[in-house]
C-alpha cells in the first residue's frame, strides 16, 4: 500500500484560492432615490466581492455611504419574501440574486423599488395593495371545525391536495405583482399572488368558504382578466405559476356558472 | 351577466369564429378574382341558404366577440369601465348584428 500521498484535488471542484473577483475591483451602482412619486438616480461605487448578492449591494452602500437609504429586508436567505426590487429592470428576490448573474458584460447594475406599488421611500415600496387585494381575492382561510376537532386526513396524492401543493410555498415577495402588466394597466386587477393563494384555498378540502372565495376571484378585476402570458412564472423566484392556477380558477369559474360541475 | 359568462362568451365565440374566417378569407380571394363588386358577388351567392347560414353565424358570433375584446382593451388601455361603458357596448354590438344580419338577409 502506497503511503504519504497527498489527497489530490478533485477537478470538478471550483478552485477556490483565487478570487472570483479580482481585488480592489469596483462596481458602479445606480440607485433610485426619492420619496413617494419623486425619483432621482444616485451613483456608488460599491466594491465587489465574491458571492456578492445585490441585497449585499444594497446593505453595503446603506452601511458604508449612505445610512439614509431605505429598504427592507429580513431573512435573507429567501424565505421571508420582503427584499424584493427591480434590479436592471427585472423584479427579483435581491437576497438570492447574485451580481455576477445580473451586471453582464456591461457590468451595469440599475436597483429600483418594485413596479406597480407606490413608493415609499427609496427602495421599500408600499405593500400594503398587494396584501388588500389578498383579502379581496378571498385568501384567508376557513376552518371546518375548531382546533378542537379532529385533523383532516387528506390523501396526497388526490388532485386537490397536488393542486395545493403546487402553489402553497408562495413568500408574498410580490414579484409576479411586479412583472404582471395586467396590474399596471387595471388597477382593480387582483393579481397573480392573491389568485394564486385562492387557488389553493378552493383545492383545500378543509376551505369552509370555497364558494366565497369563487364568487370574490370571479368579479370583475378577477381572474377572467388575466391575459395568461405568464410573465409571473418566468419571474417567479420560486418558481411557481400563478398562471396555471389562474387557468384553474376560470374554469372552475365558467363551469359554475354553467351548473357543469358538482364542485363547490 | 358575470364575468365567468362574458369570458366564456368571448372564448366560445372566438372558437366558432377561427374556423369561419379562415374560410371567409378563402371565399374573399375566390370572389375578388375576377374583380370585386357587390352586384357580382350577390349573384353568385343569392338564393344560397349554406352560405346565408354560414355568415349569419359568423356575424352573430362576430357581434358577440369584438365589443367584449374592446371592452377589455377599454377597460386596460384607458380605463374606461363601468355600466354606462357596458350599455355603450351593448349598442355596439347591436349596431354589429344589425349591419352584418342587413348583409346576411340581402343574400337569401
Ligand atoms: S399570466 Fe396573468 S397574472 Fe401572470 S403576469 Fe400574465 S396577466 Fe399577470
Ligand atoms: S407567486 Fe412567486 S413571485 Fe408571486 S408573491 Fe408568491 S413567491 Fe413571490
Ligand atoms: S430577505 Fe427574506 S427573502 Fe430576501
Redesign the pocket.
Known amino acids: 500500500m502506497e503511503t504519504g500521498t497527498a489527497p489530490q484535488p478533485d477537478s470538478t471542484e471550483p478552485d477556490r484560492t483565487k478570487p472570483d473577483v479580482p481585488l480592489g475591483d469596483y462596481l458602479t451602482v445606480r440607485v433610485s432615490r426619492g420619496k413617494g412619486p419623486e425619483n432621482r438616480y444616485e451613483e456608488f461605487q460599491v466594491p465587489r466581492r465574491e458571492n456578492q448578492t445585490v441585497l449585499d449591494i444594497v446593505t453595503w452602500i446603506q452601511r458604508n455611504a449612505d445610512p439614509a437609504l431605505s429598504y427592507r429586508f429580513a431573512c435573507r436567505v429567501g424565505v421571508c ?1 420582503s427584499c ?1 426590487m427591480t434590479v436592471n429592470g427585472k ?1 427579483r ?1 435581491t437576497c438570492r440574486t447574485h451580481v455576477s448573474k445580473v451586471i453582464g458584460k456591461e457590468r451595469s447594475l440599475t436597483i429600483e423599488p418594485l413596479r406597480n406599488l407606490p413608493r415609499i421611500k427609496d427602495l421599500a415600496a408600499d405593500m400594503s395593495a ?1 396584501f388588500e387585494k389578498w383579502q379581496q381575492a378571498g385568501g384567508r382561510f376557513a376552518g371546518k371545525t375548531d382546533r378542537t376537532g379532529p385533523l383532516a386526513r387528506i390523501d396526497p396524492e388526490s388532485p386537490g391536495r397536488k393542486a395545493v401543493d403546487a ?1 402553497i ?9 411586479s ?1 404582471c402588466d395586467v396590474v399596471t394597466w387595471d388597477e382593480d386587477y387582483l ?3 392573491a389568485l ?2 385562492a387557488w389553493t384555498l378552493v383545492n383545500d378540502e378543509r376551505h369552509a368558504e370555497k364558494r366565497e372565495t369563487m364568487k370574490k376571484v370571479s368579479a370583475a378585476g378577477g381572474c377572467h382578466s388575466c391575459h395568461s402570458h405568464g410573465s ?1 412564472v418566468e ?6 405559476n ?1 398562471t396555471a392556477g389562474i387557468a384553474g380558477l376560470k374554469r372552475r369559474s365558467v363551469l359554475q356558472t354553467f351548473r357543469l360541475s358538482g364542485e363547490k | 351577466m358575470t364575468e365567468a359568462a362574458l369570458y366564456a362568451a368571448q372564448r366560445v365565440t372566438a372558437m366558432i369564429l377561427a374556423p369561419l374566417v379562415l374560410i371567409h378569407l378563402g371565399l374573399i380571394l375566390y370572389a375578388v378574382s375576377d374583380g370585386l363588386t357587390a352586384d357580382e358577388i350577390l349573384s353568385r351567392t343569392r338564393g344560397n341558404m349554406a352560405w346565408a347560414a354560414f355568415y349569419g353565424l359568423f356575424v352573430l358570433s362576430a357581434a358577440v366577440h369584438a365589443p367584449l375584446g374592446l371592452r377589455n382593451i377599454l377597460r386596460e388601455w384607458l380605463g374606461l369601465r363601468g355600466r354606462m361603458v357596458d350599455c355603450v357596448l351593448v349598442l355596439f354590438a347591436a349596431l354589429l348584428a344589425g349591419l352584418g344580419l342587413r348583409a346576411v338577409l340581402a343574400v337569401i
Open positions: 419574501g424584493a423584479p428576490w398587494f402553489g410555498e408562495c413568500i408574498n415577495c410580490a414579484v409576479c405583482y412583472a393579481g397573480p399572488a394564486n393563494r409571473c419571474h417567479c423566484p420560486i418558481g411557481l400563478p
